[in-house]
């Protein structure tokens, strides 16, 4: 994913909608906008971590995308951030039988425990 010449990223899952798939990829099949959600799955080691959390949380909030999902596989926890005015903030810490729903899916549930089977 190419947000600029500067920002380049490589995400675990998006997903976009039609509307934006129809302008946002350019010659090269790059995408050049925000998908609307990203998901992160964590790598082991600090410095990774941080990398998930902080730093791409900031360059996604920076270029538009509404929620970012960070999935820690050892906790088996997601962190749901969703857009808040410009800045991506944490609304939910889910685990065991909490369900994962997203305003971007209406039709879309799960109970985290199952993500993790």
């Excluded at 994913?1 to 909608?17: A, H, T």
């Excluded at 090269?28 to 941080?50: D, R, W």
């Excluded at 270029?63 to 410009?86: C, F, H, M, P, S």
């Amino acid at each position: 994913m190419v947000f600029s010449p500067n920002d380049g990223v490589i995400p675990d899952v998006v997903w976009v909608s039609n509307a934006r798939l129809e302008t946002g990829v350019d010659e090269s099949g790059h995408f050049t906008v925000a998908p609307e959600l990203m998901i992160e799955i964590l790598s082991a080691g600090k410095l990774n971590e941080q990398w998930d959390k902080e730093a791409k949380r900031k360059l996604y909030s920076l270029y538009g995308v509404q929620e970012y999902w960070v999935v820690d596989w050892r906790l088996k926890t997601i962190e749901v951030y969703r857009r808040n005015q410009a800045q991506l903030e944490l609304v939910c810490t889910l685990l065991g039988d909490d369900a994962l729903t997203s305003p971007l899916l209406p039709d879309f549930a799960i109970a985290i425990d199952q993500v993790f089977r």
